[in-house]
C-alpha cells in the first residue's frame, strides 16, 4: 500500500489535536516530509538537473536542486532548509521546548510550500515541460 503527501501531512494535524510535546514534534516531523517528498515530486517533473553537490546528504542535494535555477526556485529553497531545521531540532534536540503554536506555524508554513510546489510542477504541466 502507498500513501500520499496529503495523508503524511494530515497526520501532522492529527498529532498536534493530540495535545502533547511528543506529538508535536512528530506533527513537525511528518509535515516536513510531506513537503520534502512533493519537493523531490516537483524538481523531477520540472527538469531540475540533480546538483553538483557530492559530499552533502539527500535533503541538501534536493535543495541544491532548487538553488542552482536562482529567483523563486532558490526561495523555495531557502523555506525548505528552514523547516528541515526545525524538524531537526523536533527530532534532536530533546532539551529544548516544543510548543503547539511552533507546531501548527510550522504546519502552515509546510502547506504553504506544499501549495507553492503543487503550483510550480502545474505551471510546468501547463507550459508542456
Known amino acids: 500500500m502507498s500513501v500520499s503527501n496529503d495523508e503524511i501531512y494530515d497526520l501532522c ?25 512533493e519537493a523531490v ?7 531540475l538537473k540533480n546538483a553538483p553537490v557530492m559530499n552533502a546528504g539527500t535533503h541538501e542535494r534536493l535543495y541544491s ?8 526556485l532558490a ?16 527530532d534532536y534536540d530533546l532539551d529544548c521546548d516544543v510548543s503547539k ?6 504546519a502552515r508554513q509546510c502547506q504553504n510550500l506544499l501549495s507553492d510546489l503543487r503550483r510550480i510542477s502545474a505551471g510546468s504541466a501547463k507550459a508542456g515541460v
Open 13 to 37: 494535524n492529527v498529532l498536534i489535536g493530540q495535545a502533547s510535546e511528543v506529538s508535536y514534534r512528530a506533527s513537525i516531523g511528518r509535515a516536513y516530509y510531506a513537503v520534502y517528498h
Open 75 to 90: 526561495r523555495l529553497a531557502r523555506r525548505m532548509r528552514d523547516c528541515k531545521r526545525l524538524r531537526a531540532k523536533a
Open 65 to 72: 536542486r532548487y538553488s542552482e535555477p536562482g529567483g523563486s
Open 101 to 106: 503554536e511552533q507546531a501548527q506555524l510550522h
Open 41 to 47: 515530486k516537483t524538481a523531477d517533473r520540472i527538469g
